[in-house]
Nanobody
Framework: QVQLVESGGGLVQPGGSLRLSCVAS????????VNWYRQTPGNERELVAG????????NVADSVKGRFTISRDKDRNTVYLQMNRLRPEDTAVYYC???????????WGQGTPVTVSS
């Protein structure tokens, strides 16, 4: 079965850290563009970070620059989002999306909630 599964979310105090994982099963994630998005109630999904295929170029949104990092582990078929110095405004459900270049249909995970609060 082809799927993406996110994990690692939870409750953390401001200034804390979390590492989110996006594990692919049923396919090899390395040839895919992988993006992390986040969404809060009533708002559209916001692109947070992206990783080109095969561990190429990565980028993050200005709102998280210097705090979040995206990385891959090919052997674990996993893409991570390391989130440091978390702020209350980072509270959201975080989703990963995998898109194969030249293919129209991406895979989405089910999301993992992150709450930053004291």
């Amino acid at each position: 079965q082809v799927q993406l599964v996110e994990s690692g979310g939870g409750l953390v105090q401001p200034g804390g850290s979390l590492r989110l994982s996006c594990v692919a099963s049923g396919f090899a994630i390395n040839p895919y563009i992988v993006n992390w998005y986040r969404q809060t109630p009533g708002n559209e999904r916001e692109l947070v970070a992206g990783s080109a295929p095969f561990g190429g170029v990565t980028n993050v949104a200005d709102s998280v620059k210097g705090r979040f990092t995206i990385s891959r582990d090919k052997d674990r078929n996993t893409v991570y989002l390391q989130m440091n110095r978390l702020r209350p405004e980072d509270t959201a459900v975080y989703y990963c999306k995998a898109t194969r270049p030249g293919h129209p249909c991406p895979f989405w995970g089910q999301g993992t909630p992150v709450t930053v609060s004291s």
